[in-house]
Structure formats: C-alpha cells, structure tokens
C-alpha cells in the first residue's frame, strides 16, 4: 500500500453518514464546452480527507441535489480536493453556475479502488473514454509517483472530437515523458486533424505492452467498457485482470437504499471499481 | 536493389501465406511513398492498387459541400489501405490522404486480380484476409456510429 492511502473510510460527521461536510470553491476550470473542474477547500474545521485512486464523492449543491462523482485529483496532493463532471443533469448544471469562493457540500470518499498495488510488478493499461479519463486520473498520479514500481504504463484515451479532449494540456505533458505511452483517438475530425480518428478500441492491438502480464483499466461508456474489454481478452489479457468503473444511480453511497443495485452487487459499496471477470455476465444483461 | 518478400513475408497481413503465393505477390509490388497533404487516391477514381503502411499516417476522408473534409478513420504503420481495387466496378468510395509523410508498399491490383483469377487457393487466401479487415472495420465503424461519448447515449 502506498503511504499516501493512509484512511479512506468515509467522512461522518457527527454519527451522521448523510451530513456533507462544507467546501469552499477555490478554482473552477473549464476543460472542454460542457465539461469543468472544481477544485475544492475544505473549512479550516473540517476533517482531514485522503482517498483512493478510483474513489468518488457524494456531491451536494445546496438546494439543488446530491450526486456521485468521481474524484479526479491526486491522491497525494493535501487540502484539495478535485472533481471533474459534466454539466448534463440539474445538478451538474447547478454546478457549472457556481463560482470561485461558493461553497459546495461533500461527503465520502466511497467505494472500491483502481487496483493500482495489484498492478505493482506488471504493465499497467489505461483505456479511457470520453469524461471517463476523469475518474482514472488518480491513478495515473499514482503509478506515475511510483513509476519504478510498475512496467510499461500505456493510456488510451478516445473522445467524440477533438474539441472535447479532456486534461488536454495535461495529456501533452504526459506524451512527451519516456516512460509513458500515451494514445489519443477521436471518433470524428475534420480534416487539419493529425491525430488517430477512430474507437479507442483500435488502439489496443498495437499498444506496447505484454497482455500475459498486465492490468487494465477501463472507465468510459458501458459499451465502450465492454468492446474494450473483448478487445483486451482478444490480445491475451486475462479477464480477471480487467477492472473497469461501473455507474448506476448511487445515492446513499454506503451500501443502505438500494439505488444502485447491480445484480447482487451495490455498486457504491462494492464498486464501482469492479474486476471485469466479477461483472461480465450482468453487463451482457439488458435487464440490469 | 532490396528485395520487397522479407518485408511481405514479415507483414501481419500476409501471415501463414506459402511461399509460393509470397513469390507471386512481390511480383505484383512495389515501394511507394507520399508527402504530407499528397492525395494517395480520390474518391471516383479507378481502384487498382492496395497498400501497406511502413511508416507515416493516411486518413480516410469524404468531402463535402458544407463540412468540407470529413475524416472517417485513419490508418498507421502496419495497417492495409483500400479493398476497393478487389470489388467491381473497383472504383474508390472515399478519398485518401497522407497526413504525415508515409511510406508503404504498394499492391497492383489488375496484377494481384490476375494471379487470384489463375490460382484460387491464392484468391481464396487474400479474400479471407480482406473479409477479416472488412468485418474489424465494420465493427468499429458500428461503435462509433453509436456516438457513445454524446451526452444522450
């Protein structure tokens, strides 16, 4: 375990499971045309929070709603906390209307991590789609902090546009490191475009990395999780050692309403980090 | 002169091939090598070649009135461009272009139809191989006209 993961047991303020603790918004950045990054604050009073790679927060503007999302900043960084979404929902849209210095409600962090300590010893791929890179930044922070701790470490990042690349300054700076392999494709591009257009899956047959000893892990669309991962299983990756993040309706987040229930699994609770071996026969479910 | 069989040979397109069929295909091949911006065909135009990507980038792209250039896919090292030198009319349904500076190996289409024509366990070879990349592309384009990344997918 990495020393930064030190408790990651959920915030609970007063006994109280659902009382979010107060953030101040200290920056909000715009990444693409509908997606921003809030960088949060905790109250000088406020508990010390640590999380892992993968984990997300119950996010509450007040007088609006609550919503899980995903934390996108990095583990080992103190006295911010950071989360990427897009403004789609009432709330998200609530959200993007906050400002610098507005404050926002949180509570967490819940969930089932990346497996960025199973993966020491073995070639690490990254397959993000769309907003999904958001929720696997973390561990990429990680296993870059660490980097003589793993093999090649490979990221495969597809999007709708060119337009709506996300982390974009971030992910330059990623290719240009030696020890980072790092892949962008787009669905669609006009032409001015030097870059891969086509699905992220395409990517995966020529990607530098040995399938017989790697872990992969897969945040995006569901099928886009699912094609990924049969393009994956097709390379020789076993499917045990493919993770990929589930999203259903969490709302209580520690395993008590129901909401999101997936099969026998809570996907709060036992998610939304899933090995992909666990999960495979509910994702082909149209039911669930 | 550099002979093209090691490098057909070594090719993943070309994978289980005898070499008898090996030796009759470098017959019909030959180095080719575009500058960036060159179009490599043109939709319309007769389709008598197919290449192989050595090195560099080529778009897949259609023109039209009010978007102008529209890429469809593109394709890099080690990837097969055009399928349509194999199928009647063998006339080219999208545009080409070298984004990047590529080299690769062209296929003589009239030659290669020739060669299937008179040894069908050869024509039979290179149709399995065509039909594998007619499905994986098939496949890719289905997921991409799913628009996955839209907001309402």
């Given at each position: 375990?990495?020393?930064?993961?030190?408790?990651?047991?959920?915030?609970?303020?007063?006994?109280?499971?659902?009382l979010p603790e107060?953030?101040?918004?200290?920056?909000?950045?715009?990444?693409?045309?509908?997606?921003?990054?809030?960088?949060?604050?905790?109250?000088?009073?406020?508990?010390?929070?640590?999380?892992?790679?993968?984990?997300?927060?119950?996010?509450?503007?007040?007088?609006?709603?609550?919503?899980?999302?995903?934390?996108?900043?990095?583990?080992?960084?103190?006295?911010?906390?950071?989360?990427?979404?897009?403004?789609?929902?009432?709330?998200?849209?609530?959200?993007?209307?906050?400002?610098?210095?507005?404050?926002?409600?949180?509570?967490?962090?819940?969930?089932?991590?990346?497996?960025?300590?199973?993966?020491?010893?073995?070639?690490?791929?990254?397959?993000?789609?769309?907003?999904?890179?958001?929720?696997?930044?973390?561990?990429?922070?990680?296993?870059?902090?660490?980097?003589?701790?793993?093999?090649?470490?490979?990221?495969?990042?597809?999007?709708?546009?060119?337009?709506?690349?996300?982390?974009?300054?971030?992910?330059?700076?990623?290719?240009?490191?030696?020890?980072?392999?790092?892949?962008?494709?787009?669905?669609?591009?006009?032409?001015?475009?030097?870059?891969?257009?086509?699905?992220?899956?395409?990517?995966?047959?020529?990607?530098?990395?040995?399938?017989?000893?790697?872990?992969?892990?897969?945040?995006?669309?569901?099928?886009?999780?699912?094609?990924?991962?049969m393009e994956l299983?097709?390379?020789?990756?076993?499917?045990?050692?493919?993770?990929?993040?589930?999203?259903?309706?969490?709302?209580?987040?520690?395993?008590?309403?129901?909401?999101?229930?997936?099969?026998?699994?809570?996907?709060?609770?036992?998610?939304?980090?899933?090995?992909?071996?666990?999960?495979?026969?509910?994702?082909?479910?149209?039911?669930? | 002169?550099?002979?093209?069989?090691?490098?057909?040979?070594?090719?993943?397109?070309?994978?289980?091939?005898?070499?008898?069929?090996?030796?009759?295909?470098?017959?019909?091949?030959?180095?080719?090598?575009?500058?960036?911006?060159?179009?490599?065909?043109?939709?319309?135009?007769?389709?008598?070649?197919?290449?192989?990507?050595?090195?560099?980038?080529?778009?897949?792209?259609?023109?039209?009135?009010?978007?102008?250039?529209?890429?469809?896919?593109?394709?890099?090292?080690?990837?097969?461009?055009?399928?349509?030198?194999?199928?009647?009319?063998?006339?080219?349904?999208?545009?080409?272009?070298?984004?990047?500076?590529?080299?690769?190996?062209?296929?003589?289409?009239?030659?290669l139809r020739k060669?299937?024509?008179?040894?069908?366990?050869?024509?039979?070879?290179?149709?399995?191989?065509?039909?594998?990349?007619?499905?994986?592309?098939?496949?890719?384009?289905?997921?991409?006209?799913?628009?996955?990344?839209?907001?309402?997918?």
């Amino acid at each position: 375990m990495f020393e930064h993961n030190v408790s990651t047991e959920p915030l609970y303020i007063e006994g109280s499971p659902f009382l979010p603790e107060p953030y101040v918004i200290r920056r909000v950045k715009r990444e693409t045309e509908d997606t921003f990054t809030l960088e949060l604050e905790p109250k000088p009073s406020a508990h010390p929070f640590t999380f892992l790679p993968g984990q997300f927060n119950m996010v509450y503007v007040y007088g609006v709603g609550e919503i899980p999302i995903s934390i996108s900043g990095d583990p080992s960084a103190r006295g911010v906390l950071v989360h990427t979404t897009r403004a789609v929902g009432s709330v998200t849209k609530a959200m993007d209307r906050l400002k610098k210095g507005d404050m926002i409600g949180i509570r967490g962090p819940y969930g089932i991590p990346w497996p960025v300590d199973e993966a020491v010893g073995k070639d690490v791929v990254i397959v993000a789609g769309g907003i999904g890179l958001a929720p696997l930044r973390p561990s990429l922070y990680t296993l870059l902090q660490n980097r003589d701790r793993y093999g090649k470490v490979v990221l495969l990042y597809g999007t709708r546009t060119p337009a709506d690349i996300l982390f974009r300054e971030e992910l330059e700076q990623w290719r240009a490191r030696f020890d980072l392999d790092v892949f962008v494709t787009v669905d669609r591009a006009m032409a001015g475009w030097k870059g891969n257009v086509g699905v992220v899956t395409t990517l995966i047959a020529k990607s530098p990395f040995d399938p017989r000893n790697a872990v992969a892990m897969i945040c995006g669309p569901e099928v886009m999780m699912r094609f990924t991962a049969m393009e994956l299983i097709k390379r020789g990756v076993d499917g045990q050692q493919i993770y990929v993040s589930m999203e259903r309706n969490m709302e209580c987040g520690v395993g008590l309403c129901g909401h999101c229930q997936y099969g026998h699994h809570f996907v709060c609770k036992d998610g939304p980090v899933f090995r992909y071996g666990s999960i495979k026969d509910l994702i082909m479910k149209w039911e669930i | 002169m550099e002979s093209l069989e090691p490098i057909l040979t070594a090719h993943p397109f070309f994978k289980g091939l005898d070499q008898a069929h090996i030796n009759l295909i470098t017959g019909c091949a030959s180095n080719v090598r575009f500058n960036e911006g060159k179009f490599i065909f043109r939709e319309g135009e007769e389709a008598h070649q197919f290449y192989l990507i050595r090195e560099g980038r080529v778009a897949i792209e259609l023109f039209t009135p009010n978007r102008g250039h529209i890429t469809i896919e593109t394709l890099d090292e080690g990837d097969i461009v055009g399928w349509s030198w194999l199928i009647p009319p063998y006339n080219w349904h999208f545009d080409a272009k070298a984004i990047e500076a590529t080299r690769a190996i062209a296929l003589d289409g009239k030659c290669l139809r020739k060669k299937c024509e008179d040894d069908h366990d050869l024509g039979f070879e290179i149709l399995k191989r065509f039909a594998h990349i007619m499905e994986q592309r098939l496949a890719s384009t289905r997921i991409q006209l799913l628009d996955l990344y839209d907001v309402r997918a």
